[in-house]
């Protein structure tokens, strides 16, 4: 049984807007496992679908092999979900919050876990602030916790680092990770590639409500025989290149296709008389798969 | 698939928060009302002391308090559960409730219940307060309840109606200006609808709110404008309309689950 299952999942907003076109994969009980799609790709559409906030047109979704519509509450027990807005209930304290949670899923006398949540994300000295006295890092940890009151099976993670600091990060990935080693499954949506990459053993990517790649992360980065350079100028590059380049400010990073190629570039840079810093060659990461995948006109 | 004992149990937490949301704020809550509701009964009551006389044997300033206390149970019903639910849906922490297991039916009685709280506590406040002006004496405590209890029912359903239709606070707001202050008014709250010409007379009877305040009333002196049994059928049906269309509009997952 996976832990997750879409089959041919399609959703058609009211505004005739199609956000899903037919979406399939299953997640593996264990699994770490990475959605990744540009903005509009329709990831949170199929999170909300799975989470029963949306309702999909067509197709079926399953939780734990649990139908999210005809048997919502074993689905819902099954599954935490992270939502991506920081929310929250300016009423109570962090530990009513967590408390008034369990209580929704039919948990009593949940302190023990609480606790441990608390302790877990480092949140254990605000367990009596108010939510409105906490700092937007602090709140994203109390909607992490918030998921786990009930112990969920499977949780979903729909872009928990944006906008979220460094220690933040870690203390979330180092918490995350122990859940996944212990048994939960974990599908995230993140914008921060390489934490998809060092955190997920299998990766679909979503185009224009269309998986255009499932594969394990691994098989997706040998996928790509491309090597990257990367380097730093202050001049404009030659229009040959510009047209292949990645640029940001200062750095470029060009893709080649072999050592020929690396060959080709470098002497294009040479004859154009660009001066060239902190140049290094070395191999596409997921960023470059992502975007090689992402302008890739047809869908694969 | 949920029996009633499931419903209850499900519906216990929420029902629980929803209580512990008015009362940690309840200065505005219950405070607010109960003072609204005092000056209703000095101004008015001050006013009209002398000139309107609808029962033998009851001044106008008894006549008035039960009225108020209706009133106030009726409006501080609806704006418990209306709008607690458009708080969570425009702060977007409504999620939290959507991703659980809870049912409709127990979403129902949790908002609708914390509404009867809500609305009783207020009109006990008012009852305490405005008693102590003059005590309207108590004819039959069954009746007191029962209109107090199901009127606060039917408005905590009619609110949940509301908070799940309006999708800003000034449609909320527009809801309870054009609506629900019109026919708490324009029920007898003030005065007695025989005292009305003929088509407000016949208009005040359309509005089952007026059956919800005379019903109440009858407790109170043990007489009333009509059959405190015709005020119960008709407050009954309402209520049985209203919750009906509240429970439809949950599982339907009506502007809640697109």
Known sequence: ?300 | MSSPMLVVAGARPLFRKEVLRFWKVAFQTVAAPVLTAVMYLLVFGHVLEDRVHVYENVSYTRFLIPGLVMMSVLQNAFANSSSSLIQSKITGNLVFLLVTPLSPAAWFLAYTGAAVVRGVAVGAGVMLVTAWFAPPGLANVGWVLVFGVFGAAMMGALGLIAGLWAEKFDQLAAFQNFIIMPMTFLSGVFYSVHSLPGVWHAASRLNPFFYMIDGFRHGFFGVSDVSPWTSLAVVAASFVAVAGLALALLRSGYKLRH
């Open chain 1, 1 to 300: 049984m996976s832990a997750i299952s879409f089959q041919q999942v399609e959703k058609t907003y009211g505004s005739g807007v199609q956000a899903l076109a037919g979406v399939s994969f299953d997640v593996q009980p264990g699994e770490f496992f990475g959605l990744l799609g540009p903005n509009g790709a329709g990831k949170t559409t199929l999170i909300s679908i799975l989470a029963g906030l949306a309702r999909a047109t067509r197709g079926r979704v399953t939780v734990m092999g649990h139908d999210v519509v005809d048997d919502y509450a074993a689905a819902r027990r099954s599954l935490g979900i992270v939502p991506q807005e920081l929310v929250f209930d300016p009423f109570f304290s962090v530990r009513e919050t967590l408390r008034i949670q369990s209580g929704y899923f039919g948990v009593r006398g949940n302190d023990g876990w609480i606790d441990e949540l608390l302790a877990g994300l480092g949140l254990a000295d605000k367990a009596n602030a108010n939510m409105r006295q906490l700092s937007g890092g602090m709140k994203r940890r109390v909607l992490v916790a918030q998921a786990l009151v009930h112990r969920p099976p499977v949780i979903v993670l729909d872009e928990p680092t944006a906008g979220v600091d460094v220690e933040l990060r870690q203390t979330l990935w180092q918490f995350i990770a122990r859940l996944n080693r212990e048994g939960h499954t974990v599908l995230l949506t993140t914008h921060y590639l390489e934490e998809a990459e060092a955190l997920c053993q299998r990766i679909a990517m979503l185009k224009k409500g269309r998986i255009v790649a499932l594969e394990r992360t691994s098989t997706l980065l040998a996928g790509t025989a491309h090597t990257m350079l990367r380097f730093k100028t202050d001049h404009p590059l030659p229009p040959s290149l510009a047209e292949r380049a990645r640029v940001t400010g200062r750095f470029a990073q060009v893709s080649a296709r072999d050592a020929a190629d690396v060959e080709a570039v470098l002497a294009q840079l040479r004859e154009s008389g660009v001066p060239v810093e902190d140049l290094e060659i070395g191999r596409a990461d997921l960023e470059d798969v992502f975007l090689g995948i992402m302008t890739d006109e047809a869908p694969k």
